[in-house]
């Protein structure tokens, strides 16, 4: 099984900072990996597809990059909107997703 | 416009059984794979179980299989998770989701239902 590690757990910051975040494989998922968001009572929402492309609707400051094992969710401005937990998710082999990183606003 | 709405939830003795349901509207449902998706109270997501559109195939994550079925009925739109011999460790939200697929390739999940919460406690 693919088992996905996030870091880091929880991260804070103010509004207008840049934030990254990072998704580790334990082998090799090539581009099959994808990003999530939900807020506390909601249903998770797509991010983020194939590492890289955006979800229709989704804000242009939501970016991913990386490859094989290791990848990145930036988000270039931070936002009051964007205080939420984010998954990573695998689907090389059927899915599965990181532990989450919960994004908290100073 | 594209919607999945869960039920079928509720409070269950340990030892017993449920039968979630999820609705599919808005699109092809035969086209799609689909999904179920839990998440304990205060947890992160753990995917459950997964079924092709047409041919119907199933996967399992390894923590329920023998004791989830899913299923499907593409003539009422509706996906199905059986769920027997529930442990504590059963409660929490199922969400049903909706996986993109491109021939035999599954892929992301881009819609999701609002969950249905399933509580197992005597």
């Known amino acids: 099984d693919i088992q996905m590690t996030q870091s880091p757990s929880t991260l804070s910051a103010s509004v207008g900072d840049r934030v990254t975040m990072t998704c580790r494989a334990s082998q090799s998922v090539s581009n099959w990996l994808a990003w999530y968001q939900q807020k506390p009572g909601k249903a998770p929402q797509l991010l983020i597809y194939k590492v890289s492309n955006l979800q229709s609707g989704v804000p242009s400051r939501f970016s991913g990059s990386g490859s094989g094992t290791e990848f990145t969710l930036t988000i270039s401005s931070l936002q009051p909107d964007d205080s939420a937990a984010y998954y990573c998710q695998q689907y090389k082999s059927y899915w599965t997703f990181g532990q989450g990183t919960k994004v908290e606003i100073k | 416009e594209v919607q999945l709405l869960e039920s079928g939830g509720g409070l269950v003795q340990p030892g017993g059984s449920l039968r979630l349901s999820c609705a599919a509207s808005?699109?092809?449902?035969?086209?799609?794979?689909m999904t179920w998706v839990r998440q304990a109270p205060g947890k992160g997501l753990e995917w459950v179980s997964g079924i092709r559109g047409s041919s119907g195939s199933t996967f399992y994550a390894d923590s329920v299989k023998g004791r989830f079925t899913i299923s499907r009925d593409n003539s009422k739109n509706t996906l199905f998770l059986q769920i027997n011999s529930l442990r504590a460790e059963d409660t929490a939200e199922y969400y049903c989701?909706?996986?993109?697929?491109?021939?035999?390739?599954?892929?992301?999940?881009?819609?999701w239902g609002q969950g249905i919460l399933v509580t197992v406690s005597s």
């Open positions: 808005g699109f092809t449902f035969s086209n799609y794979a």
């Open positions: 989701a909706r996986s993109q697929t491109i021939g035999e390739l599954l892929l992301h999940f881009d819609y």
